[in-house]
Every structure is written in structure tokens, then in C-alpha cells.
């Protein structure tokens, strides 16, 4: 048997990081399997759908590394739509399906409660198919549906528990629950493995696929992920969508490794390594059937250590999109033609110890690339207190006299300035970095002076006191 499993998304948004968990888990195990990993886009919400989520999908996947060509796919539910009003006309002349025209509220005053399900009031009435007429699947009335499930052993449910429930709509429309067992069974699927959140649903699942005489894939139901609440990630209120990750600067191997540690870890206690090293431990069975938190924080520590581990020309490269903008990435603060490659090249291993996400990188260099930097007035009125024009004026002097523009001649000037004010270094330089820079924070400040050069630290420098007049 060909180990055969599925990505099965809508195209109805961004594309959840959950989502992209699960699509991972999905490709390393078809891999492990040498199977097959199909992609599947569930489009027949028409109201919600929108050619751009289905590409959206498609680059998020790329990003990961789950490339165009490189899988089964992708096909479109909706082109299915024949299988599934098959499928559900051979429930109903099986005895397996019954039509019903009860309403909500018909059922709530038969049952008294509008918490009670469905109460079988049209099963033996012998409705046809008519307009406002669901069709529902009968349920056996007794005995036990068992799913076995590679991460959750054996959930059993009490048939009697599970209602009749609606398989196609009053237009004849099948819905989900059919398409999916109907998709599934065309497509070969073995092994289903999706979000803990569908588990509910499983059993109905398994008892249509059974009534339609095909034996039900593998299931694997993983973890929920939630925030630090304890809550279900939602788009609502959580940040979830990968593609905001990714245009806000996490690098694609430093997301795909942190994805799968949700629910799941590399052997010796590691959580950061190689790709390669995960497709070879990974192991289905051993993930964690707990909710699984999302630490955005976690997430962010470990991006910064992917980025230093870039080699610096890797690293350059990485940048280009914020340097640059995107489609989706606003562009920087300064003029295309302002931009100087050269400067950025020297600075970018200074740059790249210090920031977590590559979007970092604009405001750790705009100070080289613009006219006049960019200040920040809390930091302007930290740094030009008391003593801070004398500071400068002896800064403006010292370095104008320099005979090599070198960090190191830099930085003795500025100390010994400091030290004739009785000032450690620390609080010598804070006035000329906001004055050259714009901030209180930044790059080391006197490798930066050099890469800025002379006459245009010097303008700064000469700008700022004018300001503090």
C-alpha cells in the first residue's frame, strides 16, 4: 500500500499557522513513508472564497518548503461536486439516508430545549427529495464507533449519542462532512492526519465510510495549538497568520522548525536543528496529544539565532525585501537612489548579531541612507540634558582634527572628551549617537561613524547643536 495523505485548506483567509503545522507534519510523514502527499483546496464555501487566498495558500506552502510540483495537486473540491451527490444518492437508496423537512424550531418544541440534537422525527416518514428537504444520515442505534488513532489510541463514541446528521442541504448540496469522506475516498487518502479540533467530527466520518462499503483511512488527530492563555489561536484575536510572520521578517527555516515542535521534540533535549534532522526523528505516534502553545516570544528567539547563523552574504541577501519593498513589505524611509549597498555591506555583520527579525533591520541603518536621520523625541530629551552642547562642541572639534576617520580614532577621541566631564564613555556617546542617528539604541556607534563618513557625521553633529540653542 502507498502511504497517501492530504492537505485539505480553505481559501477563505491567511493561512493559519496552525494550518501550516499540520501541512508539515503531513509532507515529512508521506515523506518517511516514501508516499505521496496530496494538496486538496476545499472551495465550495462560494460565499467566502477568493482566488487570492487559494495563491495565498500556494506561496505559504512554497515558503515552508512545500513547493509547487514537488506534490499531488493541487485539486478543488468543488470539481468533485458530481462524486458527492453520487455518493449521497447511494446513501439514500441503501436505507442509510432519509430526507427531512423539520426545521430548527420544529425540532426545539418537539424536544423542549434548543441544546437537544436532531430527534429522528422524519426517519421512517418517507419524505422524497424536495425543495427545503435535508438529507440525513441514519445512525445506528446501538453499539460503539471506535477510532483508532495514532496519537489519541481509541476515543470511542456511543452511537446512540450521535445524531442523524445532515449529509446534503435542501438544494441537494453536500456538505462538508460528505465531501470530505468522499474527496478522501477518491483521492486514496490512508492516512488522515489534521487538527485535534476535527476529532468530533470523526466519528461520523468513519460511519460514512463504512456505509459506503470502503475501509476508513488512519487517523492522527494533533494538538490544538493555543496561546498563553490556554486558548485556541484564533484570527480573531490572535496574530496567526503565517504570512505576517514571514513579511515581518521570520526566516522559513527558523518558522518550520519551531512549527514542529508543537506537540513534538527532537531527541537530547534539542529544539533547534537541522531540517534534515527532523525528517529522520519525527515519529507520528510520539506527538503529544496536549495542547501545544504558540510562544510568539519563543518563536522570536529562535528566529534570531537562525540570523546569526546566516552566513553574511546570506544575510544581505535575506534583507533585500525590507531594503527594498515588496508587494507586501512597505518600502524603507529613504529614496531608492539614496541607498548605498556598499555601506549596508559593511555594517550588516554589525547589524545582524543584533536583530531578531529581518524587519529590524530598517531603523538599525536608516541613519546611513537618509539626508537627515530620524529622531526620536523621547530619546533626543534622554540624551540633551544638561552638558550636552559642551559635549558636543568638544566631540565636533576633536573629530574634525582627526587625522584618520578610523572606529578606533573614534572612540578614543569621544573617551577622552568624556573623561575631561568626568563622563565614562557610555554617557559621552549618547548625545552623538541621537545626534548622528536619530535613537539611543542602534549599532555599535563608532563603526558606524566610520561608515558614515567625515562630513556627514560632522553635519549632524553641527545640526544637533544648533538645535539645542
Not at 66 to 82: D, T
Not at 222 to 246: F, M, W
Not at 367 to 379: N, Q
Amino acid at each position: 500500500m502507498t502511504v497517501r495523505v492530504r492537505f485539505a485548506p480553505s481559501p477563505t483567509g491567511m493561512f493559519h499557522v496552525g494550518g501550516a503545522r499540520s501541512a508539515l507534519q503531513n509532507w515529512i510523514y508521506a515523506k518517511q513513508q516514501g508516499g505521496v502527499f496530496v494538496l486538496r483546496i476545499e472551495d465550495t464555501d462560494a460565499a467566502r472564497n477568493k482566488p487570492e487566498w487559494t495563491e495565498g495558500i500556494l506561496s505559504a506552502l512554497d515558503w515552508i518548503g512545500i513547493a509547487r510540483g514537488s506534490y499531488e495537486g493541487p485539486y478543488f473540491q468543488s470539481g468533485n461536486a458530481g462524486e458527492h451527490r453520487a455518493a449521497a444518492q447511494r446513501l439514500h437508496e441503501s436505507g442509510r439516508a432519509y430526507y427531512c423537512d423539520c426545521t430548527r424550531e420544529a425540532v426545539q418544541a418537539r424536544t423542549g430545549s434548543q441544546y437537544q440534537g436532531y430527534d429522528g422525527f422524519c426517519r421512517d416518514r418517507g419524505l422524497t427529495a424536495g425543495e427545503g428537504r435535508a438529507l440525513r444520515f441514519r445512525t445506528p442505534d446501538e453499539g460503539e464507533t471506535v477510532v483508532v488513532d495514532l496519537i489519541r489510541g481509541e476515543p470511542t463514541f456511543e452511537n446512540k449519542l450521535i445524531e442523524d446528521f445532515v449529509i446534503a442541504r435542501g438544494d441537494g448540496s453536500p456538505v462538508f462532512l460528505l465531501a470530505n469522506v468522499v474527496d478522501d475516498m477518491t483521492m486514496g487518502i490512508t492516512h488522515v492526519i489534521r487538527a485535534e479540533e476535527h476529532l468530533p467530527n470523526t466519528p461520523k466520518q468513519q460511519l460514512l465510510w463504512d456505509a459506503l462499503g470502503v475501509k476508513p483511512p488512519v487517523w492522527a488527530h494533533v494538538p490544538v495549538v493555543v496561546n498563553e492563555k490556554r486558548q485556541k489561536l484564533s484570527k480573531r484575536r490572535d496574530k496567526v497568520a503565517l504570512e505576517a510572520y514571514r513579511d515581518e521578517g521570520y526566516l522559513a527555516d527558523a518558522m518550520r522548525n519551531y512549527l514542529m515542535l508543537l506537540g513534538w521534540a527532537p531527541s537530547n533535549d534539542r529544539e533547534i536543528v537541522p531540517w534534515s534532522v527532523i525528517e529522520e526523528e519525527f515519529r507520528l505516534e510520539e506527538v503529544n496529544p496536549s495542547p501545544a502553545f504558540f510562544d510568539e516570544k519563543k518563536l522570536r528567539a529562535f528566529n534570531g539565532e537562525y540570523i546569526r547563523a546566516l552566513p553574511v552574504d546570506d544575510f544581505v541577501a535575506a534583507c533585500q525585501p525590507w531594503l527594498t519593498g515588496t508587494d507586501t513589505i512597505a518600502p524603507p524611509p529613504w529614496q531608492p537612489e539614496e541607498f548605498d549597498a556598499a555601506a549596508f555591506a559593511a555594517v550588516a555583520p554589525l547589524a545582524q548579531t543584533r536583530i531578531a527579525v529581518l524587519s529590524e533591520i530598517v531603523p538599525n541603518v536608516d541613519f546611513l541612507f537618509l539626508a537627515d536621520p530620524l529622531i526620536d523625541e523621547a530619546a533626543w530629551a534622554k540624551a540633551m540634558k544638561a552638558g550636552a552642547a559642551d559635549l558636543l562642541d568638544a566631540a565636533i572639534a576633536g573629530y574634525a582634527a582627526l587625522a584618520s576617520w578610523d572606529a578606533e580614532s573614534l572612540k578614543s577621541t569621544l573617551e577622552a572628551v568624556g573623561a575631561e566631564r568626568g563622563l565614562k564613555l557610555g554617557k559621552a556617546q549618547a548625545p552623538v549617537r541621537v545626534a548622528v542617528t536619530g535613537r539611543t539604541v542602534g549599532l555599535p556607534l563608532f563603526e558606524s561613524l566610520e561608515v558614515l563618513g567625515r562630513e556627514r557625521t560632522l553635519a549632524r553633529l553641527r545640526a544637533a547643536r544648533v538645535r539645542l540653542v
